[in-house]
């Protein structure tokens, strides 16, 4: 494989995203500024958070296959198939239900294998287990020579590529928020901001292991604890995937008054959250929040 396949420079990221300040009476009563990281934009295929944690793991596979993890409407299959089109290299997808296999694709694994992703169905028992080395050995027989990257793209690389995140947000805010699933981007934005600010993690997923997630990540990319952060786990809706209609008008209200598309299962609960903590009082008075922006709808 050329290495000039990997020059991810070629598809021309907008680095850094934009920043960009929102006009909100329901922070402004309470004397907080609310800013937007519109990492959305930084590629239309790659967009947000996935650019930072996959540009790193994809320069280390070096043109290798790449082999990775997700549910039937994961944004990460979804970009890694983005990325093995764009780039050039062969993508496989283990996809959470086997049940799935005999059912006509939805829109977001249709649109995996239209990029040449190749869609292997495991049975949810199996996917549970897919870190243990004997599941890896099975998955590296049947596909060959791969470079593993874990569901939802969260490993020591992606964290290491999150930090730069934080770089472009030093003295922009004080507190900087983001939807969390893996913990990845967390790690790595903490990591990355300046002393004295604080990154905000706002779980999409029930269960309350994604502390003890970071914190593994931030052992694993930095050696041990890095930069300032707290996670609020009230705002997850239910869990991943999950919705209500109070959510969507939320969010159908968020983008009329921002022109912002607002994507439903992570960033709009990241907006509901950062809505309800100003109502709360929990930012101070001249508090700046930036809330980032990670993917579209």
């Given at each position: ?27 402004a009563r309470h004397g907080v500024r609310l800013l937007l990281k519109r990492d ?118 992606a964290a290491q590529g999150c930090t730069e995140l934080g770089h472009e947000l ?23 901001l300046a002393p004295g600010q604080r990154a905000l993690g706002i779980p999409v ?93």
């Amino acid at each position: 494989m050329p290495s000039e396949a990997l020059d991810l420079s070629r598809l021309q990221p907008l680095l850094p995203s934009p920043l960009q300040p929102a006009e909100d009476g329901r922070f402004a009563r309470h004397g907080v500024r609310l800013l937007l990281k519109r990492d959305d934009l930084i590629h239309p295929d790659l967009s947000g958070n996935k650019w930072r944690k996959l540009s790193p793991n994809l320069r280390a596979a070096a043109g290798r296959p790449v082999l990775t993890f997700g549910g039937a409407y994961s944004n990460h299959l979804r970009a890694t198939a983005a990325a093995g089109r764009l780039l050039g290299f062969p993508t496989i997808g283990v996809v959470r239900g086997d049940e799935l296999a005999g059912r006509p694709l939805n829109p977001s694994l249709a649109q995996c294998a239209a990029d040449g992703m190749t869609l292997h169905f495991v049975d949810r028992t199996t996917y549970r287990t897919k870190a243990d080395p004997e599941v890896l050995a099975g998955l590296l027989s049947a596909f060959g020579e791969c470079c593993v990257i874990p569901e939802g793209g969260s490993n020591a690389l992606a964290a290491q590529g999150c930090t730069e995140l934080g770089h472009e947000l030093r003295g922009r805010a004080d507190v900087v928020a983001v939807a969390c699933g893996t913990g990845g981007t967390l790690a790595g934005l903490a990591a990355g901001l300046a002393p004295g600010q604080r990154a905000l993690g706002i779980p999409v997923l029930r269960g309350g292991f994604l502390g003890d997630a970071v914190r593994e990540l931030q052992q694993e990319a930095f050696g041990g604890p890095a930069g300032s952060w707290s996670l609020d786990e009230r705002f997850h809706f239910g869990g991943y995937a999950r919705t209500t209609t109070q959510l969507h008008a939320f969010a159908d209200d968020f983008e009329q008054r921002h022109q912002l598309p607002v994507e439903r299962l992570y960033v709009a609960k990241l907006l509901y959250a950062l809505t309800a903590l100003a109502e709360e009082g929990v930012f101070p008075t001249g508090t700046t929040v930036a809330a980032v922006v990670t993917g579209r709808p």
